[in-house]
């Protein structure tokens, strides 16, 4: 090596080291690229996970729960004092339900909770499989208009039974 290839800056213009600087910026600049791409994709695949556990937990209860309305159709006790309709339902499902949580709709009509009392046979707060709920309910127009009509049941996870019954 000469000395002036100190001077003239030998070291400074290597075109290869030019090549493999520019190479390793690339390369860092793809790789931090890459991280924020799994990042985002790893946050969207967790919440994926998530909702997919949620709904399969939803839908294994629903496939547990069961309830059957076990009045007979064509005598439905209605009282005079009270004003309600008695209707008598089974919890024939394999899970525990809430009996404050039961929806009533009778020919399609949203039956407002205050207008509806719920009971357990055995005065238990927890509707457990096999027990009955007596389902008081009071209707508009009261009483109804003599002959078919149908009430609908459903449970606090949505699962619902009907029938058709006459006045």
């Excluded at 007979?72 to 209707?87: A, G, L, M, Q, R």
């Excluded at 027990?131 to 008081?136: E, F, P, Q, T």
Aim: charged share 15%.
């Amino acid at each position: 090596m000469k000395k002036n290839d100190l001077s003239s800056g030998y070291f400074f213009k290597n075109n290869n080291a030019e090549t493999a600087i520019t190479h390793m910026i690339f390369f860092i600049a793809a790789i931090v690229l890459a991280m924020g791409a799994v990042t985002v994709i790893s946050a969207d695949v967790q919440s994926l996970v998530s909702s997919s556990s949620v709904s399969s937990k939803l839908l294994s209860e629903q496939m547990r729960t069961d309830i059957t309305i076990i009045n007979d159709p064509d005598i439905i006790y209605y009282d005079n004092v009270s004003s309600y309709y008695t209707f008598y339902a089974m919890n024939s499902g394999k899970t525990e339900l809430a009996p404050g949580y039961i929806t009533v709709l009778v020919d399609g009509l949203y039956i407002h909770p205050s207008d509806v009392d719920v009971s357990l046979q055995d005065g238990d707060v927890v509707w457990r499989p096999g027990d009955i709920l007596v389902v008081n309910v009071s209707t508009i127009p009261n009483p109804l208009n003599s002959g078919d009509h149908k009430i609908v049941l459903a449970a606090e996870n949505g699962k619902s039974d009907s029938m058709y019954f006459k006045t």
